[in-house]
């Protein structure tokens, strides 16, 4: 289970539990290579239904407007990362599958001369998803792959995030996925609440690593709760395991999220 938000200098932790029926053999927790905390339950016995409930009271310290000053070699791209940057990136701007149409598609957010201002090509190409796809909560098991998101027009807020780092990884950029929850207003347009939600986070030098929501074209920490990060989206999941049965007993999954703000 990644279920317990990071605590970083913009997220305090106050309170968090965690409740699961029938109660396990054993509980433990650890710190994943991303040092992510994960939960790991098993099991011995039988069960009719297996229910996590997670709580969790935080404190979140939101950049309402926020203003990156990046470094100046990073201001416009194309830049290089530093030798050092690079050396500790190297995950974060790995493709595994090259496709040419995300390449092409990623490059139309460039300047006519070659070279354009580094937010201003990550907020065009974060404001051209919100805006030019459809977003669909799917609840079938894996994420589409980039190019599949392009020739559909829609997806989810995890496809949307894939779609997103593989376009910047093209650019040499380097991105991570990131899973957690999103605060949606009273009636509020954001998109992705009731549910785990998705988005990536770009290395920018003189910045670090900024959160881009694609799905709701937010730059920066506004509504979005950190779980987990990691370089690819299998490696962030929120609840994984295994189980023993008949084919036919496994009847459905209900996953349901309220973030709420206390006054």
Avoid at 120 to 125: D, E, F
Avoid at 131 to 146: A, D, I, L
Avoid at 194 to 217: C, E, K, M, R
Avoid at 229 to 249: E, F, I, K, R, Y
Wanted: glycine content about 8%; some cysteine; hydrophobic content about 40%.
């Amino acid at each position: 289970m990644m279920f317990r938000p990071r605590a970083s200098h913009d997220l305090r932790l106050l309170s968090t539990q965690l409740m699961i029926s029938p109660t396990p053999d054993r509980l433990h927790w650890l710190h994943d290579v991303f040092d992510n905390s994960v939960a790991i339950a098993t099991f011995s016995g039988e069960a009719s239904e297996l229910i996590f409930r997670s709580e969790v009271t935080l404190e979140h310290y939101e950049a309402p407007l926020p203003d990156y000053s990046l470094e100046g070699y990073a201001s416009k791209w194309p830049f290089a990362y530093t030798s050092e940057e690079a050396s500790n990136l190297v995950n974060a701007r790995s493709r595994p599958i090259l496709t040419g149409d995300v390449d092409a598609w990623a490059r139309r957010f460039i300047g006519p001369g070659g070279s354009t201002e580094t937010m201003t090509l990550l907020r065009s190409m974060t404001l051209e998803i919100k805006n030019s796809f459809t977003y669909v909560r799917r609840v079938e098991k894996g994420v589409n792959q980039p190019a599949e998101t392009l020739r559909l027009g829609s997806g989810s807020c995890r496809d949307f995030a894939v779609l997103m780092m593989d376009a910047v990884r093209s650019l040499g950029l380097a991105a991570r996925f990131v899973s957690g929850y999103i605060f949606v207003p009273n009636h509020d347009t954001t998109l992705g609440g009731g549910a785990t939600h998705a988005w990536l986070q770009i290395y920018l030098p003189g910045a670090g690593w900024v959160d881009f929501d694609p799905t709701n074209s937010i730059i920066g920490n506004r509504h979005l709760i950190r779980v987990a990060v990691a370089w690819n989206s299998d490696q962030a999941l929120p609840l994984w395991g295994t189980w023993h049965g008949a084919m036919h007993s496994f009847r459905s999954l209900d996953v349901d999220v309220s973030v709420t703000e206390d006054s």
